[in-house]
């Protein structure tokens, strides 16, 4: 499937004192095998570059805004999306590359507290259940989706802890709590950020997993959806997050005190494109 994705931010200015010197990082993909983009136009224009874990960025200098003006920064992708099965794809994968995701991918963070009780004591009996991290990540996915009950869009996100004793949240909690009982095991986790396309052209906010699996690779995990180790062309990879547990999409920057933090929001909208339309 061929997308058009827009996205537009607005800074606005809510203080009493000018924006000074502004730099605004923004986050537009990330890599996934199934995903492969074609065009990228930022406007105005500005440096896109690579920053940690593979994640795509546009950085663009804000000019300076009065008290009570915007400034609009708009970025157009346009992609190829295909449904894939990564378990039909064996991938070489080497004791190094092995030791070096476990010590990157396990670490406890933020929203995934591997030193929970409850948390330690449910993978303490899924691994007495299974033999081996590919079957323990299965189990992981089914007890997930039978613990929380899948909410929509909650206002905040909670985290594992508060997921598996509330036993309810959004697509946030899913993939947290499936992050944090493999990384309790030392199986490498990490979680993506993106959207799912569902015929409307404001595609809707979504997050899911990847686990490293011997002789896989890391593959997608979608507790949330009922998806493993499938993608379908629906699913725009947006921003991945492994190291850190949170990257925000927008991170603006800027010289001085402001009397008030400027407005920042973003707006993304997808349209299908047909052969032969750019």
């Not at 065009?39 to 224009?45: K, R």
């Amino acid at each position: 499937m061929r997308l058009r994705i827009e996205m537009q931010a607005n800074i606005n200015n809510r203080g009493t004192t000018k924006l000074r010197r502004g730099m605004m990082t923004w986050h537009l993909f990330t890599d996934m095998e199934n995903q492969f983009v074609e065009m990228i136009d930022v406007f105005p224009p500005a440096k896109v570059t690579e920053r940690a874990e593979h994640n795509m960025v546009a950085i663009i200098k804000v000019p300076e805004i009065n008290p009570g003006e915007s400034f609009s920064p708009t970025v157009i992708l346009r992609i190829d999306t295909t449904r894939r099965d990564w378990l039909m794809e064996p991938q070489s994968t080497s004791q190094q590359m092995i030791a070096q995701n476990r010590g990157m991918y396990c670490s406890l963070q933020k929203y995934w507290e591997i030193d929970d009780e409850i948390i330690q004591e449910m993978s303490e009996r899924m691994a007495e259940r299974t033999g081996d991290d590919e079957s323990y990540a299965r189990l992981a996915f089914d007890i997930v989706r039978d613990t929380v009950k899948l909410k929509t869009h909650l206002d905040e996100r909670i985290g594992a802890a508060r997921a598996v004793r509330e036993k309810e949240g959004d697509c946030d909690e899913h993939a947290d709590l499936f992050i944090a009982l493999l990384r309790t095991v030392k199986i490498p986790a990490r979680r993506i950020v993106g959207h799912v396309y569902r015929g409307r052209s404001e595609p809707e906010p979504h997050a899911w997993s990847e686990v490293f699996l011997e002789r896989k690779g890391w593959i997608p995990v979608d507790a949330a959806l009922g998806n493993f180790g499938i993608i379908t062309e629906d699913y725009f990879s947006r921003i991945r997050e492994g190291l850190v547990s949170e990257r925000p999409t927008l991170k603006l920057k800027w010289s001085g005190i402001a009397t008030e933090a400027p407005f920042v929001e973003e707006e993304v909208k997808m349209t299908i494109l047909e052969n032969g339309e750019s």
